[in-house]
């Protein structure tokens, strides 16, 4: 089944300049540092179970037993458990199904898109935690809830920060902030940890701060784990 490219459903991230990381975070967030991007294509909702579902059907790439729970498998929940070579894979099927330059996002590029033009503040939306949000405490109570049913952010990109972590393209090196460059960052050369941002269902506070940072082996897959896809221009 030949995947489908709707322009509804991508955002246009400016590019631009803007503070990336938070000196009062955890240590692998600082320093804080002004970073310059180029624009790019995000996914306005993070990748369903059944967008995901053509790709298996498309490859012949088995999918996670981890993802077979009711509670995780509704057609419009994002796909979880994927490793981060299942969502490379999965990009690169895209790009050559759809003759465009989808992957993942960079850390960057995510962070960027996650602020949503909101210059320093720790949230999506600002300052005010995360409880504070309308059915915060009704939600997420067995999964991740679907893909694009909270509100968007200044940029119109849904579930930033939360439902499910999200990888990036880049290895994860706690110190990479202290030699970063400022144009375009891509992450180190090499590492044993991919790099994951935003928050997810499992955990007891449920929303990321937009400067978090997370990282596990590229490997690895966990119920809590998902991704949305980039698109360069």
């Given at each position: 089944m030949r995947p489908a490219f709707r322009s509804e459903d991508w955002v246009e991230v400016p590019g631009g300049e803007f503070l990336m990381g938070q000196d009062d975070?955890?240590?692998e967030e600082r320093p804080a540092h002004r970073v310059r991007i180029r624009p790019?294509?995000?996914c306005r909702h993070q990748v369903t179970n059944d967008e995901y579902g053509r790709f298996?059907?498309?490859?012949?790439?088995?999918?996670?037993?981890?993802?077979?729970?009711?509670?995780?498998s509704r057609p419009h929940q994002p796909v979880v458990a994927v490793s981060w070579l299942d969502a490379a894979a999965y990009?690169?099927?895209?790009?050559?199904?759809?003759?465009?330059?989808f992957r993942l996002p960079?850390?960057?590029?995510?962070?960027?898109?996650?602020r949503g033009g909101l210059e320093g503040r720790l949230y999506p939306w600002g300052d005010e935690p995360p409880q504070t949000r309308a059915g915060y405490t009704?939600?997420?109570?067995?999964?991740?809830?679907?893909?694009?049913?909270?509100?968007p952010n200044g940029y119109g990109l849904f579930d930033m920060c939360e439902n499910v972590h999200e990888w990036c393209a880049d290895w994860f090196d706690a110190r990479w902030y202290e030699v970063s460059p400022a144009d375009d960052p891509r992450g180190p050369a090499s590492g044993s940890r991919r790099a994951s941002r935003g928050g997810a269902w499992r955990h007891h506070v449920k929303i990321?701060?937009?400067?978090?940072?997370?990282s596990i082996p590229p490997h690895m897959t966990y119920t809590d784990?998902?991704?949305?896809v980039a698109c360069g221009l």
């Open positions: 975070g955890r240590d790019f294509l995000l298996l059907a498309a490859t012949g790439r088995p999918g996670s037993p981890l993802s077979a729970a009711p509670q995780l990009c690169d099927w895209l790009a050559a199904a759809l003759g465009r330059p960079t850390e960057a590029e995510w962070e960027r898109a996650a009704e939600r997420w109570l067995e999964g991740p809830e679907p893909a694009g049913t909270s509100a990321a701060r937009c400067a978090a940072r997370s784990y998902g991704f949305r």
